[in-house]
């Protein structure tokens, strides 16, 4: 399994709508994809225009590949996208250890 973790800076004031959109992406848009087995969505307590969004899938290339490039994506960015400050951080992991 690959952690994907997006750091997303948005616009100042947003975040009950960007909180809502994000929500709405998942479970309408990013739920659907190959390889999807999960998300979380966090918004940092000392920036409160910064989140970080965790995404498990069972790939790199379901995520690299599949939904960057396939139609899921424009999807998820027409919804995300209009609040963003800034173009996200995005960085893959895998497991090293369970605790």
């Known amino acids: ?3 994907e973790l997006a750091d997303f800076r ?3 004031g947003q ?3 960007f909180e809502e959109a994000v929500q709405r992406g998942i479970q309408t848009v990013v739920q659907r994809a190959r390889g ?10 000392e ?15 379901d ?4 939904f960057r490039g396939g139609a899921l994506f424009t999807e998820w960015r027409a919804i995300v996208g209009p609040f963003f400050a800034a173009p ?3 960085e893959h992991f895998t497991l090293v250890s369970k605790p």
């Open 88 to 90: 996200p951080a995005v």
């Open 63 to 66: 995520h690299t590949v599949h």
């Open 1 to 3: 399994m690959i952690l």
């Open 36 to 45: 999807f087995r999960g998300a979380k969505v966090n918004r940092s307590i």
């Open 47 to 61: 920036s409160p225009e910064r989140y970080i969004l965790q995404i498990f899938w069972e790939t790199l290339e």
């Open 10 to 12: 948005i616009a100042p």
């Open 15 to 17: 975040q009950a709508a």
